[in-house]
């Protein structure tokens, strides 16, 4: 159990176009989903908490106008990247956590995204 | 503000050799974390650590948590070459709700 799951796994997209990514918790309830960042040899870093039927909280110096979160259902959440540019390629990877039992995070296989 | 850091940063070892990985976070948390990254690949979970004294083990590594010290670590006995990748330990803020704070990763590589 306890299963995310991201699509797309990869995606190349042209500078100033929009990339959405979604996340999705496969066989459990997810009040809290969580979307972070990867740069190459770099460490994972929090965008952005979203909870389910409230706005995303998003951590300092990410820019939410640029970074769009919805989480529409239990089971849902989409990081939308606005008007991409290649400073905005990396490693994008969700997690979920379950609505009842411990608190630990389960993470999505991640989205590569390249921006031209 | 709470910080991790993880010494050190890159670790070469030779296959049947021991060694520690250091995790040191810089305020009060409720549970501690230890991840496995594989190149281009998410995070395996490892282990979970919830209280002060806490030890787990899972076939060459083994986690521990020193809640009083702030430091957790995480020992790996005779190393394998499959136990290369990327080990991150993260941690929750007592005040922020399984809100993860990672520390800035161990890259391991076991050589022959």
């Known amino acids: 159990g306890a299963v995310v799951s991201q699509h797309p796994s990869r995606v190349i997209c042209k500078s100033g176009t929009s990339v959405k990514i979604e996340c999705r918790s496969l066989d459990f309830q997810a009040t809290t989903m969580f979307w972070y960042r990867q740069f190459p040899k770099q460490s994972l870093m929090l965008m952005a908490t979203s909870n389910e039927g409230s706005k995303a909280t998003y951590e300092q110096g990410v820019e939410k106008d640029k970074f769009l979160i919805n989480h529409a259902s239990l089971t849902l959440s989409t990081l939308t990247v606005t008007s991409a540019h290649p400073e905005d390629s990396s490693f994008y990877i969700c997690?979920?956590?379950?609505?009842?039992?411990?608190?630990?995070?389960?993470f999505g296989p991640g989205t590569r995204l390249t921006v031209l | 503000e709470l910080k991790v850091e993880q010494n050190p940063l890159f670790l070469s070892m030779q296959e049947g050799k021991n060694y520690t990985i250091y995790c040191n976070y810089s305020?009060?948390?409720?549970?501690l974390y230890w991840y496995r990254q594989d190149p281009g690949k998410s995070l395996e979970s490892l282990f979970v650590l919830l209280s002060n004294g806490a030890v787990k083990q899972e076939g060459r590594l083994m986690a521990s948590l020193d809640t009083k010290a702030r430091l957790s670590t995480l020992h790996i006995t005779a190393a394998v070459h499959d136990l290369s990748a990327t080990y991150f330990c993260a941690v929750t803020d007592t005040g922020t709700a399984s809100k993860l704070t990672f520390g800035t990763g161990t890259r391991l590589q076991v050589t022959l």
């Open positions: 997690s979920a956590r379950r609505m009842q039992g411990i608190s630990e995070q389960f």
């Open positions: 305020t009060t948390s409720d549970r």
